[in-house]
């Protein structure tokens, strides 16, 4: 008799999920969940079944550039993938952008709205790069309340109708680089018809948007990231001629190759100016707030779906006698990816709660500074913890996690930019240390932390909340001694820094929702991951002399 390998299989991916669901009935009003569970239901169905489906039959299909038409007119169309065109669909029906400005659930309406990012995203190539842009840009005009931009673009990028929906692009990476964007070399001429741009922007996500916002320099304007403005723009004239834009080519990329990604070239873009023509770093700090928010989500979904395919494929896969399942080695490997989806789970999801609330005008004391350290901790922890979760999960099936047309490799590769578009860690832990020079954003972190530890001697995690404290007392220690010692030692620690905290915080927020499971359902399942999550280490924070043996390991 022949063997052959069983593939793993997914379901309904709300009604598998116990972790979100858990967390919704926890924090969601019960009205709100009642009346967000039929939207969830439903996704979860789409990205478990036809989503699935599609993308696993759509596997080699890629988007095309095509740059001419056969009559020799430049046209610089894209041809997207099959599932794109369904994803794209399903995000305006489903409203993955709309639902946070609907309103619908007041201060929840980012939850809801997320919870469905969450669901869709794993099934749909990364659709969601341009719809986080396209929310981070609604976000923008809103809060600079340019109202003929608003009046004009924010019922397109808001709609629920596939024919009417708009995306948007970002336009920020120059070939001067990615995060050092105070140089780039964008310019902006006045003419008759009003502002036009002209340079390269080299690598520009999501292109077949119908809108981006951009940054350009006006001319006259100083040098340094104070000389740029925020431009708005449309990729195409009434005639659906292209608005002075060329793209010279796609990008080939290690992950995201669903995702056309171009290079771009401005030839007299017409654009109009969002908010003046100067501080257009400071202008765009909303849309990043949300990408990253969008990251973070998205990062636990793409863990949740490499822990889901290869927890069944452990359940059908049979090696030595007996299946996967049942080898305590195995188990003891997919426990331990569990309890850090489950941290990094409810830290990308307190900083959506965060997001709603703001955006609902229902903050409570210390919401803002804890947003403004917890966005960046949350991208940058959990964009670290998807690239080793999605590795791991792949080794999971041996052999068979190494050859494309399973599907999985796929995983790795679209986990790996995670880490690095919307800032990379180290970038991030940059922006974590401007957020600490506020005395008060580390003041409403430990406020935040000991309000989560308040349940922990009750659900016998006492050992982990005196490790969440004992890591948050060593982080401030050694930031007041870094910051004594200069600016190269603290920005040399400022990465081990960021992720002590996020850890720490992903802790406590493990010990909160532990305490909550074992008083109200008698559910041991919380406590053991907040175990197993402490026993991978908390504490990264470097001692004295790191930097010196930096400098001496990093020169060869």
């Known amino acids: 008799m022949s063997f052959f390998q069983s593939p793993p299989s997914i379901g309904n991916q709300f009604l598998e999920d116990r972790m979100l669901r858990g967390w919704l009935e926890r924090t969601l009003p019960p009205e709100v969940f009642e009346e967000a569970r039929g939207d969830l239901e439903r996704m979860g169905a789409l990205a478990g079944g036809e989503l699935y489906r599609l993308q696993l039959d759509d596997r080699l299909s890629e988007p095309r550039l095509v740059q001419w038409d056969p009559w020799g007119h430049r046209v610089d169309r894209i041809e997207v993938t099959p599932l794109w065109k369904r994803a794209a669909a399903i995000a305006a029906e489903e409203g993955l952008v709309a639902a946070a400005y609907e309103r619908r659930h007041g201060a929840w309406s980012r939850v809801?709205?997320?919870?469905?990012?969450?669901?869709?995203?794993?099934?749909?190539?990364?659709?969601?790069?341009?719809?986080?842009?396209?929310?981070?840009?609604?976000?923008?005009?809103?809060?600079?309340?340019?109202r003929a931009l608003v009046d004009r673009a924010l019922p397109r990028l808001t709609s629920r109708d596939p024919a009417r929906m708009w995306t948007s692009g970002q336009w920020m990476t120059e070939r001067t680089g990615g995060s050092d964007v105070a140089i780039s070399e964008t310019v902006a001429r006045k003419s008759p018809e009003g502002d036009r741009l002209y340079g390269v922007k080299w690598f520009t996500s999501a292109a077949t948007s119908e809108m981006a916002l951009t940054l350009a320099r006006p001319e006259g304007n100083p040098t340094g990231g104070a000389g740029l403005a925020l431009y708005y723009l449309e990729t195409r004239d009434a005639d659906g001629r292209m608005n002075g834009i060329r793209i010279n080519r796609l990008k080939e990329k290690l992950g995201t190759r669903k995702l056309p990604t171009a290079e771009l070239e401005l030839d007299g873009a017409l654009a109009v100016p969002v908010c003046g023509t100067r501080d257009g770093i400071k202008a765009i700090s909303p849309m990043l707030n949300v990408t990253r928010t969008w990251n973070a989500v998205c990062s636990v979904a793409a863990m949740r779906r490499s822990i889901a395919l290869a927890r069944d494929y452990a359940a059908r896969r049979v090696a030595f006698g007996a299946p996967l399942s049942e080898k305590a080695l195995h188990v003891d490997t997919l426990a331990g990816l569990e309890a850090e989806f489950e941290g990094a789970f409810l830290l990308a999801f307190s900083v959506v709660e965060l997001l709603g609330r703001e955006e609902a005008g229902a903050q409570r004391e210390g919401d803002a500074p804890l947003s403004r350290l917890l966005t960046p901790l949350a991208k940058l922890c959990t964009g670290r913890q998807v690239v080793a979760i999605a590795s791991e999960a792949l080794e999971a099936?041996?052999?068979?996690g190494y050859i494309e047309d399973t599907g999985l490799p796929r995983l790795l590769r679209d986990a790996q930019v995670l880490s690095i578009w919307e800032g990379t860690t180290n970038v991030l832990s940059l922006d974590v240390l401007r957020a600490l020079a506020k005395p008060e954003s580390m003041q409403a972190f430990e406020a935040e932390a000991e309000r989560l530890l308040a349940g922990a001697d009750d659900a016998g995690l006492g050992a982990e909340a005196r490790a969440v404290r004992a890591a948050i007392d060593r982080a401030r220690r050694w930031l007041q001694d870094a910051t004594a010692a200069g600016r190269d030692e603290t920005e040399a620690g400022a990465r081990r820094l960021a992720l002590t905290l996020a850890r720490a915080m992903e802790l406590a927020l493990l010990v909160d929702h532990a305490a909550w499971l074992r008083s109200v359902r008698q559910d041991p399942w919380g406590a053991a991951a907040a175990r197993r999550f402490a026993r991978h280490g908390v504490d990264l924070v470097a001692g004295a002399g790191a930097l010196d043996e930096s400098r001496l390991l990093a020169g060869g």
């Open 112 to 146: 809801h709205q997320q919870a469905l990012v969450y669901l869709f995203d794993p099934s749909s190539d990364v659709y969601t790069c341009p719809l986080a842009m396209t929310d981070g840009a609604a976000k923008t005009l809103l809060v600079h309340g340019n």
């Open 397 to 400: 099936f041996g052999g068979a």
